[in-house]
């Protein structure tokens, strides 16, 4: 019987909710996606926020780098209007289906997105991508950790599993993380395959594969192969039905996507 790939809502349920805040991953929880995926940035005071973008001009109202402005001023801005400005698609959902407007502006953090999944009632995937951690010498993975613990998620006891992944582009931050946590699992995540990996083969210690859609469209041959070596194989980001059938016929055991609950549709009807 052939798999049915996990569903992990990008940015929350982002094509409808503005990204990153409560009201997506609340959507998303609720249309029953399997997993989340966040971004995450350190304010210039050290707290872990769950942002994209390194300046925060285009998804709040304020302007200027992330890493340069206290959580304090950056939970002064609004995080959500840009989208309902921007995106018609938000006020075409049923009026009744809408969450709370402040879940839907304020500024998230790491720690309340984790207290999200751990309240779920239901069991619920978490992959945070730590952006651009070279920059600074292990702070972001070293913060992770320790936002982690408070969770029970970066060291979970024997016989328990936690629900996090930790996905970057950057080795050298699996690696870290790795190193301060073996037990946490790791994506790599890859625009490209290098070449002594394009026999599936991951660097030692990350755990899944994280190609774009574009690497196994066009080499749909590297997902068995991933599969051969014994590694998960999490394709970004599939946002189009005819995509998210082609992953689905792959066999790829998750798909990140922006429209959780489409996903879950074309993938029951395949
Ligand atoms: O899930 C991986 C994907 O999120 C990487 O790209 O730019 O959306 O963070 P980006
Ligand atoms: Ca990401």
Redesign the pocket.
Known sequence: MRKIPRV?A??GASAVDPEHTLAAYRRAIEVGADGL?C?VRLTADGHLVCV?DRRINRTSNGRGVLSTKSLSELETYDWGSWKQAAEAERVRVEEEQRLPDLDARRLLTLETLLATVRDAGRPVEL?I?T?HPTRYAGLVERRLIETLDRFGWAHPRLGTESPVRV?S?SWLSLRRMRAAAPGLRT?L?M?RVPLRFRDGSLPTGVSYA?P?LEIVTAHPEYVSRAHKHGHQV?V??VNHDADIRHCGNLGVDAV?TDRPDAALRVLADQ
Do not use: A, N, P, Y
């Open positions: 992990v990008h940015r995926e971004d994209h992959s991508e952006k996905m582009f994506v995540l625009d994280g774009s999490h970004w980001t990140i």
